[in-house]
C-alpha cells in the first residue's frame, strides 16, 4: 500500500506534466517530470533498463522536502518517467528522502538505500541548538521495490547517525553509496564531518545489504577541498581508484578548483583489506559552470558512466520560480583514466540518434564565418583548431552558438592559445541575474594552437568536451529557442575542421 503523500506525488506530477510541452524540456538530458530536480540517485541497472533516481519536489520548480523521482532507459539517452518511488511519509524522513543508490538484491529485487532526515524543513527555526541537534538527525534506510514500485522496510532506520564514533556530526551524514564487492558482501560510503567540523568519507559493511556495521573514516578531507564533500562515489578505473565527491565551500586553486559548490576527484591506490585509500591525483571533474553530485554505474558491457546534476546550489537562480520544471542531469558520460586524469566522452549510444550530418574540412578562419548548414541546437559539433603553417599563432579563437543573428544573443566558447585557457561564457545568452556567467579552464597542451572541442547542445545546455574529453565545461543556457546559429570568430588565422550532426530522438 503506497501512503498518502505518495499517491499525492504521483497525482500532482502527471497533472503538472501534462502542462508542460515537449520542446520545453530538454530533448536528451533528464529532467524533472515536473517541478525540481536536484542530484541523480540510484543509478543503476535492473531487469534490462537503467533506472535513474532523482532528489525531487514535484509540486513546485524549487527545493522542498525531497521526494525521489523515477526514470528508466535503455540507451541512457531517451529517458522514460515511472511513478515517483519515495515520499517523505515516515517519521524517519518527514524532513525529505535524500541521496542515495540503488543495486540489485540477490533475491531479484531491487533496492535503495537513501538518506532521511527527521525533521520536517521549517521545525528548527524556533528551537534551541541542543534540540536541533535531535530534530535534524540524518539516517539511512532501505526501500525494496520491483522497478516501479518501493516498500519501505519495517526496520528503518538500517543506520542511524548514533552508529558512528562520539563526536562525530550527527546531522551532517548522508548519501549513502553501496558498493558489491567480489566477495559478494557490500561496502557503504556515507558523507559525514568529524568533530572539528572538517568533512569525511565514512565506510560501512555488511553481509546482507541489511545490517550494517561501521567500519573506519576512509578518508578526512583535512581542510584541502571546501568543508564538507556530498555525494561520494567510488570505484576501480584503469587500474586507479577513483574517489568522487561534491565539496561544499570551495575556495579556488588557479584554475583548477573555483569558489562554492565544487567537483573533486581523487585517483590513488586502494588497499581493500585495511581500507586504506591513498590519492596520488587530484582534479575537478567539471571546469564549467553548472555541474554537482556526480553519481556512477558499470555497465553491463563494463563501461563505467557517469551522469551529474547540471546545476549547483550556488547557480540555481538561473531558473525562475514560476518555470514549470527547473534542473536537469548531464549527458550520461563514459569515464577513463590515463596519463593521471580523468577522461569523460558522451555516451556512445548517441551516435544511434544522429541525423543530418555535415563536414567542413580546413576552412581558414579569419574574423568571422559561419558555414552552411552548421547550426542547431540539439547536435554534436566536432571542431578541429590548428594554427597556419608558418604562420604565428591565433590570437583567440571563439565559437558562438545558440546565436540569434539580429540580436547577437549568443553563448560561446573561446580558446586563447597564450594562457592556454578556454573560456565559456553565456554572458550574453539573454540572463539578466547576477549570477556566474563565465568560468575558465586552463588546457596546457594546446598552447600551440592545436585543440579539439566537441560540444553537444540540447536546447537548454551546452557541455564541451575538450582534448578528447580530458577536460569538461558544462552550462545551462535558457536562450530562445530560435536562436540556433552558429558562428567562428579569431583574432588571427586558423584553420578548422568542422562536423555537425543533428541529433533526433
Ligand atoms: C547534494 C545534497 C545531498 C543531499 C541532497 C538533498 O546536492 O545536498 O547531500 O542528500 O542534496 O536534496
Known amino acids: 500500500m503506497n501512503s498518502n503523500k505518495l499517491e499525492k506525488a504521483r497525482q500532482i506530477e502527471l497533472e503538472k506534466e501534462a502542462l508542460i510541452g515537449e520542446k520545453d524540456k530538454p530533448m536528451f538530458h533528464l529532467c524533472p517530470r515536473a517541478g525540481w530536480m536536484n542530484d541523480p540517485n540510484g543509478f543503476s541497472y535492473y531487469n534490462g533498463e537503467y533506472h535513474l533516481f532523482y532528489q525531487y519536489n514535484p509540486y513546485n520548480s524549487y527545493w522542498d522536502t525531497m521526494h525521489w523521482g523515477h526514470a528508466v532507459s535503455r540507451t ?25 543508490s540503488a543495486v540489485e538484491m540477490p533475491d531479484g529485487r531491487q533496492l535503495i538505500m537513501y538518506t532521511g532526515l527527521r525533521a520536517p ?8 541548538a541542543a534540540s536541533l541537534q535531535d530534530k535534524f538527525m540524518q539516517c539511512q534506510n532501505l526501500a525494496f521495490g520491483d522497478g516501479t514500485d518501493y516498500v519501505k522496510y519495517d526496520k528503518n532506520p538500517v543506520i542511524d547517525c548514533n552508529d558512528l564514533p562520539e563526536g562525530f556530526s550527527r546531522i551532517d551524514f548522508r548519501d549513502p553509496k553501496i558498493i558489491r564487492q567480489k566477495d559478494g558482501s557490500y561496502l557503504c560510503l556515507i558523507a559525514g564531518r568529524a568533530a572539528d567540523e572538517d568533512g569525511q568519507i565514512y565506510l560501512f559493511k555488511s553481509r546482507d545489504c541489511i545490517s550494517w556495521k561501521y567500519w573506519k573514516v576512509l578518508i578526512k578531507n583535512e581542510g584541502r577541498f571546501g568543508i564538507m564533500w556530498e555525494c561520494p562515489d567510488f570505484f576501480e578505473l584503469d587500474g586507479k581508484q577513483i574517489l568522487l565527491a561534491s565539496p561544499m565551500e ?26 586504506t585509500f591513498t590519492p596520488q591525483y587530484d582534479q575537478a571533474i567539471d571546469y564549467g559552470i553548472d555541474f554537482y553530485a556526480a553519481q556512477t554505474i558499470l555497465t553491463p558491457d563494463g563501461r563505467r558512466v557517469m551522469i551529474a546534476w547540471m546545476q549547483n ?66 547536435i554534436d559539433l566536432d571542431l578541429t583548431v590548428r594554427p597556419v603553417p608558418g604562420e604565428p599563432v591565433y590570437r583567440k579563437f571563439s565559437v558562438w552558438f545558440a546565436m540569434d543573428p539580429v540580436t547577437r544573443i549568443h553563448t560561446a566558447v573561446r580558446f586563447t592559445p597564450v594562457d592556454g585557457t578556454v573560456k565559456i561564457d553565456r554572458k550574453y545568452a539573454g540572463s539578466r541575474k547576477a549570477l556566474v556567467h563565465q568560468r575558465r579552464c586552463l588546457v596546457p597542451e594546446s598552447m600551440d594552437g592545436n585543440i579539439r572541442m566537441r560540444i553537444i547542445l540540447d536546447r537548454y545546455s551546452c557541455e564541451v568536451f575538450i582534448n578528447d574529453g580530458r577536460y569538461v565545461m558544462s552550462a545551462v543556457i535558457f536562450t530562445d529557442l530560435s536562436a540556433e546559429k552558429i558562428c567562428f570568430r579569431t583574432e588571427g588565422k586558423a584553420i578548422i575542421d568542422v562536423t555537425k550532426k543533428e541529433i533526433s530522438l
Open 76 to 100: 541512457l539517452m531517451r529517458w522514460s518517467y515511472r511513478p515517483a518511488a519515495l515520499a517523505p511519509d515516515h517519521p524517519y524522513d518527514e524532513g525529505g528522502c535524500y541521496s542515495g
Open 121 to 128: 524543513k521549517d521545525a528548527g527555526e524556533e528551537l534551541e
Open 250 to 275: 570551495m575556495a579556488p586553486k588557479g584554475l583548477e578548483y573555483h569558489n562554492g559548490a565544487g567537483s573533486l576527484c581523487l585517483a590513488g591506490e586502494y588497499d581493500e583489506e585495511t581500507g
Open 313 to 378: 546550489w550556488d547557480t540555481c537562480l538561473m531558473r525562475d520560480k514560476r518555470a514549470p520544471w527547473a534542473g536537469q542531469m548531464t549527458l550520461p558520460r563514459e569515464l577513463s583514466f590515463r596519463d593521471g586524469r580523468l577522461y569523460q566522452q558522451p555516451i556512445r549510444e548517441m551516435e544511434i540518434y544522429y541525423t543530418n550530418s555535415v563536414s567542413y574540412r580546413k576552412v581558414p578562419v579569419f574574423d568571422e564565418i559561419s558555414l552552411y548548414a552548421v547550426e542547431g541546437r540539439t
